[in-house]
T-cell receptor, first 114, second 109 residues
């Protein structure tokens, strides 16, 4: 199978601080990873597309200076929420795409900003 | 724009088959049809995908209409663990997935 992990699974942080979320493809290499955000009772919204070794491509309305994405290797992408505010509280989900095109999702990270 | 339409919710009885419809009337010839499901507080789980022909795997079957404007995900025997939101996604190779609201499936014991 294809497994994608995220760490941490949940995090609580204070307003104004930064938090980093890791996404790893455990048994395959992923040249492309995606970051989604999901608010309660809503569907997943794509935030950005991350390609290994290059800058991420952000969707319209997503602040690239606030949501820093680094795709340092073929198995790891990180999302850093900088200067977090309560409205950033959400469920963050990453996915990784195989070279054969299938996409696999991580278990998600629940962020609560107090 | 999710480019697919699905019923908001469906109900099924346990151990009965479930047919989840999806309309993708503007599908292009090279668009794949993907199905994922999401349990509460979890990431989406891959279910099945196809292009033109019907597909079967251990989880489900995918029936694609001859004109490809619609498809149906078939769970042959629903269990309580199948209760989830099911997303039907169409996209071309290399494109991003666009999630619609999906179908919330409830399974009654």
């Amino acid at each position: 199978g294809a497994v994608v992990s995220q760490h941490p699974s949940w995090v609580i942080c204070k307003s104004g601080t930064s938090v980093k979320i890791e996404c790893r493809s455990l048994d395959f290499q992923a040249t492309t990873m995606f970051w989604y955000r999901q608010f309660p009772k809503q569907s997943l919204m794509l935030m950005a597309t991350s390609n290994e070794g290059s800058k991420a491509t952000y969707e319209q309305g997503v602040e690239k200076d606030k949501f820093l994405i680094n795709h340092a290797s073929l198995t790891l992408s990180t999302l850093t929420v900088t200067s977090a505010h309560p409205e950033d509280s959400s469920f963050y989900i990453c996915s990784a795409r195989k070279l054969t095109y299938e996409q696999y999702f991580g278990p998600g990270t629940r962020l609560t900003v107090t | 724009d999710a480019k697919t339409t699905q019923p908001n919710s469906m109900e099924s009885n346990e151990e009965e088959p479930v047919h989840l419809p999806c309309n993708h009337s503007t599908i292009s010839g090279t668009d794949y049809i993907h199905w994922y499901r999401q349990l509460p507080s979890q990431g989406p789980e891959y279910v099945i995908h196809g292009l033109t022909s019907n597909v079967n795997n251990r989880m489900a079957s995918l029936a694609i209409a001859e004109d490809r404007k619609s498809s149906t995900l078939i769970l042959h025997r629903a269990t309580l663990r199948d209760a989830a939101v099911y997303y039907c996604i169409r996209n071309n190779y290399g494109q991003n997935f666009v999630f619609g609201p999906g179908t919330r499936l409830s399974v009654l014991p």
